[in-house]
């Protein structure tokens, strides 16, 4: 017992100082442990009480949308270049339409020469009114000439006599004087006479009606045995060389888009025709009521074309480089035109558009798409902004109508 409390006595001065040298370090790293052990028992707890309170819906909720998630067909429509095209319907009408009536007192009409649907030249008779009354005129005109020459023949002689008298003496100067003013008198109604002859011919033709212009007889609305004056209106309406024109109404963007010179096919109805021509006109004003303008589309003439018919055109109103989609993949409401574009991450998002023409291999969107996003093509009134999918290529050479 005594020995072994001596040997420990004797061992604790050695041991001591040893103690002492690491105390230092040993309190450091002790430290640094016990934070380490805290900073895990605190991650621990806030995994556990995340864990604890978390909502078993919103876990249920995400994973149901994942494993839902619906498939719908999606198109990258690119960039195509389109020839743009409005469609128009209108009447067909003579480009310059001559209406014809009686340009002199009028009269009965005699003869009728020419019916509608003639081919007439520049001053020929269309119709001939009744001149009895005039030719008699006339007579009496050319006649009255004659009497007038006659006087100024009568009066030149006495001036002549007189200017051998006055010589002699017998006859006075005065008396020359007035024998010369009686002549050109005289001569002068004769002028004047002869004046009135050629008015007297001039009003006897124009009871002729005549044709202002070459052109083509439209309508004939006199007969013979009719009374025609100038207040009988028209009788005659030829169109002028038989130059046609469809006159096509159309609303005013679709009006501002055009210009002269640019091609179109006019179709008449009741035929399958198609007849190329060319706007030459587009109208100055806008209906005020019906918000309409017209473009004047000249014609050559051809007997399938008939003044006053329905024509339907295919106006062609130059190309655009733009993306093109199907009509299912337009969507509307009352915010506008709109598509469901799908993003890298497969989330719908909505992507308001401006469309333009409407073509057989689909809608023009002129404005709101650059051609390379993935646009739903189907179902897409069955989407919502935010709805996560699962994307199906579709061919880009799917039909409009689908």
């Known amino acids: 017992m005594n020995y072994e409390t001596t040997i420990r006595s004797e061992l604790r001065p050695a041991i001591e100082p040893a103690i002492g040298d690491g105390d230092l370090g040993s309190r450091d790293g002790g430290q640094r442990r016990l934070m380490i052990v805290a900073a895990v028992i605190a991650l621990a707890l806030g995994l556990g009480w995340y864990f604890m309170h978390k909502s078993p819906a919103a876990t249920d909720s995400a994973a149901a949308r994942s494993a839902q998630a619906q498939s719908v067909s999606v198109i990258t429509p690119g960039r195509s270049s389109v020839t743009g095209s409005i469609t128009a ?53 050319a006649a ?10 009568i009066a030149q002689s006495n001036l002549d006599r007189a200017l051998k008298l006055v010589e002699r003496g017998f006859i006075s100067k005065a008396d020359v004087d007035r024998l010369t003013a009686t002549r050109d008198a005289a001569v002068a109604q004769v002028r004047v006479a002869a004046a009135s002859l050629e008015q007297l011919r001039a009003s006897t033709a124009r009871l002729n009606i005549v044709a202002p212009a070459a052109g083509l007889v439209l309508t004939r ?79 050559g003439y051809d007997r399938a074309l008939r003044p006053g018919g329905f024509a339907s055109a295919q106006i062609r109103s130059g190309s655009v480089i733009a993306p093109m989609l199907p009509e299912s993949a337009i969507l509307s409401d009352q915010q506008g035109a709109f598509v469901y574009v799908v993003d890298q991450n497969n989330k719908v998002s909505r992507r308001a558009v401006k469309t333009g023409d409407v073509t057989a291999q689909g809608i023009v969107v002129s404005e709101g798409l650059a051609g390379n996003e993935r646009v739903v093509l189907r179902a897409g009134g069955f989407l919502n902004p935010g709805d996560v999918v699962r994307p199906v290529a579709a061919s880009a050479a799917t039909p409009a109508g689908s």
């Open 89 to 141: 319907s209108g009447t067909i009408a003579a480009r310059r339409e001559m209406p014809v009536g009686a340009a002199g007192e009028g009269g009965r009409v005699v003869s009728v020469l020419v019916d509608a649907g003639d081919w007439v030249q520049a001053g020929q008779v269309l119709a001939v009114v009744d001149r009895a009354v005039q030719a008699q005129q006339i007579a009496g005109q």
């Open 144 to 153: 009255n000439i004659e009497v007038q020459r006659a006087n100024a023949r």
């Open 221 to 299: 609305g006199v007969e013979p045995g009719q009374i025609v004056s100038p207040g009988s209106g028209v009788l005659f309406r030829i169109a002028k060389d038989g130059q046609l024109e469809m006159q096509a109404r159309l609303a005013e963007n679709d009006l501002a888009r055009l210009a002269v010179g640019q091609s179109a096919d006019v179709t008449p109805v009741g035929t399958a025709k198609a007849f190329t021509g060319q706007i030459w006109q587009l109208s100055p004003t806008i209906d005020t009521q019906t918000r309409e303008g017209i473009a004047r589309i000249a014609l």
